[in-house]
């Protein structure tokens, strides 16, 4: 992807998550959510860039993130690469400590439910003027049936109960029902098995 593909994209996923239960709960105060959320998800294109696949609707409407069979845990080096190592300062240290309980959770959940390999979706978003138009299935479609054709399971959390029916018509199906813990928000975990 190019830089101004990437910066497009995390733009999008930023709004789409402004009003995320998840990504409400990692930045509260409002007025810092899109700085912060913009920062985020520039990081996590980049890494997926390079570490999985980003599909783009051609007008920018929507993104999906996915990270590739092996490539969700982050090193040290990959968080200097994808620029996950600057996230602390362009976040604001409330924000980061409360994506790293996140993500500590997240890690736990997603080894509970999946092992081996498999596609992890980390994101889909869909610019509000385009929600339920079919867009989120037609970005997922290519990254779903190349697992299928690999014969992989994918895997996603989820802090949105509108957005398990979604992802329940593609084939996923709720392994953990979670809440991040104390004041968290709920987080359900999904697996789509591998076609056989």
């Known amino acids: 992807m190019t830089r101004p593909d990437i910066a497009a994209a995390a733009a999008l996923m930023a709004r789409a998550f402004g009003d995320d239960p998840m990504m409400g709960w990692v930045v509260p105060h409002a007025p810092a959510r899109p700085r912060a959320l913009g920062a985020f998800f520039a990081a996590n294109v980049r890494y997926a860039d390079l570490y999985g696949r980003v599909d783009l609707a051609p007008d920018d409407g929507g993104a999906a993130i996915w990270l590739a069979p092996g490539d969700y845990r982050m090193t040290p080096w990959r968080m ?19 994506l790293r309980r996140l993500n500590a959770y997240a890690l736990m959940q997603h080894a509970r439910t999946v092992a081996g390999p498999h596609w992890y979706l ?19 479609r290519p990254a779903l049936d ?38 968290g928000p709920p987080l359900w975990s999904m697996l789509r098995p591998a076609k056989r």
Not at 122 to 140: C, E, K, P, Q, W
Request: charged content about 25%.
């Open 80 to 98: 200097l690469r994808s620029g996950h190592a600057l996230l602390p300062l362009r976040m604001g240290a409330p924000s980061w400590r409360r």
């Open 122 to 140: 980390y994101g889909v978003g869909i610019a509000s003027d385009r929600r339920r138009r079919g867009l989120a299935t037609a970005l997922l």
């Open 146 to 183: 190349q697992a299928d054709r690999d014969r992989l399971p994918c895997y996603l959390e989820t802090a949105n109960p509108l957005t398990l029916p979604l992802y329940e018509r593609l084939g996923f199906r709720v392994a953990i029902p979670g809440r991040l813990p104390s004041d």
